[in-house]
């Protein structure tokens, strides 16, 4: 079982930058897949970062790309998405998730969201 807490979020203005952590405790495998994720009321949840546990190996949606960017610490079990020149449409709940392998499309475990607003 694993189990997911979101930390971090808040309000902040354009253009300004925040950091969510994602703590992961129970037992990791190499394989899991790391995920942030994001939604906003009325909207379908956008897929919008993962990384490999094993290898760190990521990817950035093409809507975030070049202002977001996530990582992972082993000492301490996080994964963080780094925020940068927030836009007011970032403004979403924004969820950390984990997958047992890449090759599944199935996200196993969810944290219980962070909000994050950005105003204009």
């Known amino acids: 079982q694993v189990r997911l807490v979101e930390s971090g979020g808040g309000l902040v203005q354009a253009g300004d930058s925040l950091r969510l952590s994602c703590t992961v405790s129970g037992r990791i495998f190499s394989t899991y897949v790391m995920g942030w994720f994001r939604q906003t009321p009325g909207k379908e949840r956008e897929y919008i970062a993962r990384?490999?546990?094993?290898?760190?190996?990521?990817y950035v949606a093409d809507s975030v790309k070049g202002r977001f960017t996530i990582s992972r610490d082993d000492a301490t079990s996080t994964v963080a998405l780094q925020m940068n020149s927030l836009k007011p449409e970032d403004t979403a709940t924004y969820y950390c998730?984990?997958?047992?392998?890449?090759?599944?499309?199935?996200?196993?475990?969810w944290g219980q969201g962070t909000q994050v607003t950005v105003s204009s």
């Open positions: 998730a984990c997958k047992s392998q890449m090759r599944t499309s199935v996200w196993n475990w």
């Open positions: 990384i490999i546990w094993s290898n760190g190996d990521t």
